[in-house]
């Protein structure tokens, strides 16, 4: 099985292929994400740094990032693949990716890149609601990202709200810094021959993961 890297930008709807990924070829998730939020400890030196950084929206330094993410390639059920969400997002920080890889003989595998609008993003961040306990995203837009109960986590039960910055000013300024801050990184991929774009506008979530299947079966 092939290691995975998705690049998309915000509301692409990456993390929803990445699970439906996991699941079919039953390989691990990875999102940085999720990473972070369990490193947050304040018993220990790193998880300080973390939320430190993130309560004053700070980026973690690189190199817990890195140390992280190695910790996590180390686990016996990324063996045979995995799908890695939300990193790298710069070609620094692919650079130091290939290192990690080299040092654990792991291939660079594919990388999919969801290329999308900034109009439908913002139609679909417009239309999201998380929830704040266990941080399972929803998307009122799209009908089988609705919660199963209006308004409350399929997860956890928990109610579900609406992000602080998910409103039209700051998500166009993400989207332009993200696709400004990519262009380099997909530029750098596909030099490496590993790159494949699909457009995803439009597409229900059934016709992406159709087309994220043919290109890792390929």
């Known amino acids: 099985m092939k290691n995975i890297i998705f690049i998309a930008p915000p509301s692409a709807g990456k993390g929803t292929q990445a699970k ?54 180390c686990k016996s059920d990324c063996n045979n693949g995995y799908i890695l969400d939300g990193f790298p997002r710069s070609v620094e920080q692919a650079d130091e990716y290939n290192k990690i890889l080299k040092e654990l003989n792991k291939d660079l595998g594919i990388v999919i890149f969801m290329d999308i609008d900034k109009e439908t993003a913002l139609k679909r961040t417009l239309s999201r609601i998380v929830c704040p306990t266990c941080g399972e995203t929803y998307n009122l837009l799209i009908e089988n990202l609705k919660p199963k109960k209006e308004n409350i986590c399929d997860k956890c039960g928990n109610k579900l709200k609406v992000r602080s910055d998910d409103n039209a000013e700051t998500f166009i300024k993400g989207f332009e810094t993200y696709m400004d801050s990519t262009l380099a990184l997909i530029k750098y991929y596909e030099k490496l021959g590993c790159l494949y774009t699909l457009n995803v506008r439009d597409k229900s979530v059934e016709d992406v993961f159709k087309e994220v299947k043919k290109v890792i079966n390929d």
């Open 20 to 73: 439906l990924v996991s699941k079919e070829y039953n390989i691990p998730h990875i999102s940085i994400g999720e990473i972070m939020r369990n490193a947050r400890n304040p018993a220990t030196e790193i998880g300080r740094i973390i939320i430190a950084c993130q309560d004053e929206r700070k980026l973690v330094p690189l190199n817990i990032t890195l140390e992280l993410i190695k910790e996590r390639l």
